[in-house]
Nanobody
Framework: VQLEESGGDSVQVGGSLRLSCSAS??????????MAWFRQPPGKEREAVAS???????NYSDSAKGRFTVTEDKTKKILYLQLNNLRPDDTDMYYC????????????????WGQGTQVTVSS
């Protein structure tokens, strides 16, 4: 397993979680990859939530802006996603992704997927 997520849990509305993605087993140089978090609603395709490129530039989906923060520790090869002010519609499986191209915003960009971590928000 090259990418391993953790941190998913069940929380109440307004709660917070921090998701982690360990790339410690990454076979190639981690710093050369654009990293991202995707989510997958039931019955739908995965969609990008947040990404961070090789220069550290971050991008967020409209629903994530102002509530979620993506960061990484390149030394430890860990990608994080801080989720704040969670809502029921944030309930999904969240996946870590690595992209060898300059962007990581759509499924075709992704070279490596993690196995996912479940986030459940209840009212």
């Amino acid at each position: 397993v090259q990418l391993e997520e953790s941190g998913g849990d069940s929380v109440q509305v307004g709660g917070s979680l921090r998701l982690s993605c360990s790339a410690s087993e990454f076979r190639t140089r981690y710093s050369e990859y654009c990293m991202a978090w995707f989510r997958q609603p039931p019955g739908k395709e995965r969609e990008a939530v947040a990404s961070i490129d090789r220069e550290g530039t971050v991008n967020y989906s409209d629903s994530a802006k102002g509530r979620f923060t993506v960061t990484e520790d390149k030394t430890k090869k860990i990608l994080y996603l801080q989720l704040n002010n969670l809502r029921p519609d944030d309930t999904d499986m969240y996946y870590c992704a690595a992209c060898s191209s300059g962007s990581c915003s759509v499924i075709p960009d992704v070279n490596v997927w993690g196995q996912g971590t479940q986030v459940t928000v209840s009212s």
